[in-house]
């Protein structure tokens, strides 16, 4: 059964850090690109960070990049967000997301972790 766990939200002040873990399980998670994702109240969910293999390319909206890294273990199936300066417009539920490299490009998403900042 694949899952994806992420674990790591909650509330910080601006200008605070978090970091977020995705557990993943039940699929071959090197064969996978990890990505985040987030979904603000009333907004479409947006990319925030992409990666395709442990010390490959990486990808970041521009609102993230200099402020939050992505990284993956993958001796552990955990794929990471380490955000730092976090802003109140960082508040969102934020996804993780694995996508095969190979056809059919299954893909799976998580169940959401709340990030709040705010003051």
């Known amino acids: 059964q694949v899952q994806l766990v992420e674990s790591g939200g909650g509330l910080v002040q601006p200008g605070g850090s978090l970091r977020l873990s995705c557990a993943a399980s039940?699929?071959?998670?090197?064969?996978?690109?990890m990505s985040w994702y987030r979904q603000a109240p009333g907004k479409e969910r947006e990319l925030v960070a992409g990666?395709?293999?442990?010390?490959?390319?990486?990808n970041y909206a521009d609102s993230m990049k200099g402020r939050f890294t992505i990284s993956r273990d993958n001796t552990k199936n955990t794929v990471y967000l380490q955000m730092n300066s976090l802003k109140p417009e960082d508040t969102a539920v934020y996804y993780c997301?694995?996508?095969?490299?190979?056809?059919?490009?299954?893909?799976?998403w998580g169940q959401g972790t709340q990030v709040t900042v705010s003051s």
């Open positions: 997301n694995a996508r095969s490299y190979y056809y059919p490009h299954y893909t799976y």
């Open positions: 990666m395709f293999s442990a010390g490959g390319s990486t």
């Open positions: 039940g699929f071959t998670f090197s064969n996978y690109a």
